[in-house]
């Protein structure tokens, strides 16, 4: 695995745990977070239904992304559809969270953008990634070899 995809992997996967961490403690009380820090109408029960159904899209993209990570570290193929399969669900997850403040006009810059680069930086890896693939398929991992430090 390339290191500027496993450091975009890793960063972002490490965040949303962190996020859903204190998202969770929050709810329980057990942690105060600023009212500034919050996302808009964060004490409306619809929007904080519509937040918490991330939760199981960002746990598992951060969990398969973290996987994809460890193997590429042992020196697993499986690296590639594992990764592949966390950018597509970080780009879904950006992507619905970005058309939901875009369709109620919000546009909050600390709210909006960060949304918007998770739809944003996979495509920086997905071409290469999948041709990785196709060449892992086909036999030829010295090409494929190739193709990762063009990453």
């Not at 709810?27 to 919050?38: A, F, K, Q």
Request: glycine residues 4%; contains cysteine.
């Amino acid at each position: 695995m390339p290191k500027s995809l496993r450091l975009f992997i890793t960063v972002t996967d490490v965040l949303f745990i962190l996020y859903w961490t204190m998202a969770a403690l929050s709810e329980l009380n057990l942690l105060t977070i600023p009212r500034e820090l919050m996302y808009a109408d964060y004490d409306n029960p619809r929007v904080v239904a519509w937040n918490w159904s991330f939760f199981p899209l960002d746990i598992v993209f951060s969990l398969v992304g973290l996987a994809a990570v460890c193997a590429s570290n042992k020196g697993h193929q499986c690296w590639r559809p594992l990764a592949l399969i966390s950018l597509t669900l970080t780009m879904t997850a950006g992507g619905m969270a970005v058309s939901y403040w875009a369709i109620l006009g919000e546009f909050d810059p600390s709210w909006f953008i960060p949304n918007l680069l998770l739809v944003i930086w996979p495509l920086f890896f997905l071409r290469q990634l999948v041709a990785g693939m196709s060449l892992v398929a086909l036999g030829t991992d010295k090409v494929s070899d190739s193709l990762n430090k063009q990453l």
